[in-house]
């Protein structure tokens, strides 16, 4: 006896629906739809003829053949405008979904004879602004709507390593040292890291700047690479005791549930500043300098990669993005 797997099965009648389905279209031709859809759309058969620049002779000759091959009558002709049948009514919607399917087969099919991208791998710091990567994406999206997308978020080094493993094409990194010349890197702006506490927080009701003796005595949340190892030393430590966690948001929501206090970008918790729902604290000193540090983002790519056409316009849109 020979088993065959559900899975295996779905894919044959996928198989034998998607054969039968393309032996129906090509009894039709895109011309025929287009007929039908350009009569419906402009109210007659003379003024589909304008619309497509051909003789109303045409148009009666495209329909009737349709309506032949079909076996039903699609307009009814006895009104001074034809009008939809009941058939008609029913077909039209499955006949804009074709003109729809082949018209965006032709487009994705010259794009690709043109060298656009069937896909890009974009790789983003985690401390990176997203709103800017968004708004880049959905410029890229619209003018190839063909060219799939696959987001990655990653954390120091892993970012750029990516990019150098040409495992992207391109990435929005946080400048924390030398590239190297393989790479071609962009400018797009700094990011600040602030610190912040909830509001019944202790230090939340301190006044003025806080010294680093307020803050060893009060619980520190801190993010923690991936993949750190337990030895490894901790940037930006100013307490004696500390939770250490490897994801933004749980390091926010921590945060917000008033279990301590702690750094982040400044772009995810702008809003919970706004709504009261965090408080920004003023350090008079961190690791030596008088103010927190920030994060300088770039987009880059490999030098020796040739880009096409889509990774080009995304490139560009970052870089616009980010401009004031």
């Known amino acids: 006896m020979i088993l065959v797997s559900k899975k295996s099965n779905e894919n044959v009648i996928n198989s034998i629906k998607s054969i039968e389905y393309l032996n129906i279209v090509m009894h039709y031709s895109l011309d025929q739809f287009q007929t ?90 985690e401390f990176a602004d997203m709103e800017p990567v968004i708004a880049a994406l959905t410029t890229m999206h619209k003018k190839f709507p063909g060219v799939g997308v696959r987001l990655v978020r ?13 495992q992207a094409q391109l990435g929005v990194v946080a400048g924390m040292g030398p590239m190297g010349n393989e790479v071609e890197a962009h400018f797009l702006g700094e990011g600040p890291l602030i610190a912040v506490a909830a509001p019944a927080h202790p230090l ?28 490894d030393p901790d940037f930006g430590v100013h307490a004696l005791d500390a939770w250490h966690v490897t994801e933004l948001d749980t390091k926010r929501r921590l945060l917000l549930a008033e279990i301590g206090w702690g750094s982040m970008p400044l ?19 961190w690791e030596g300098s008088d103010r927190m540090p920030v994060f300088p983002a770039f987009v880059i790519r490999q030098r020796k990669t040739v880009q096409g056409p889509a990774a080009r316009c995304l490139m560009q849109a970052l870089i616009s993005a980010a401009q004031p």
């Open 154 to 166: 990653k954390s120091f080094g892993d970012d750029l390593e990516m990019v150098r493993q040409g």
């Open 36 to 125: 039908f859809l350009a009569v419906v759309d402009h109210g007659g058969f003379a003024a589909a003829a304008r619309e497509l620049g051909r003789s109303q002779s045409t148009i009666t000759y495209a329909i009737r053949a349709l309506e032949e091959q079909t076996g039903l009558i699609l307009f009814d002709r006895a009104h001074y405008r034809p009008q939809l049948t009941s058939a008609g009514k029913a077909l039209l919607p499955r006949a804009r979904r074709l003109v729809e399917d082949l018209q965006d087969f032709h487009a994705q099919a010259s794009g690709f004879a043109q060298g656009v991208e069937a896909a890009l791998t974009l790789v983003v710091n």
């Open 267 to 285: 772009h995810l918790v702008q809003q919970e500043i706004d709504q009261g729902r965090l408080v920004r604290l003023t350090i008079k000193s």
């Open 204 to 231: 939340s009701q301190k006044q003025g700047a806080l010294a680093l003796e307020d803050l060893r005595g009060h619980m520190q949340i801190v993010w923690t690479r991936e993949g750190a190892l337990a030895g």
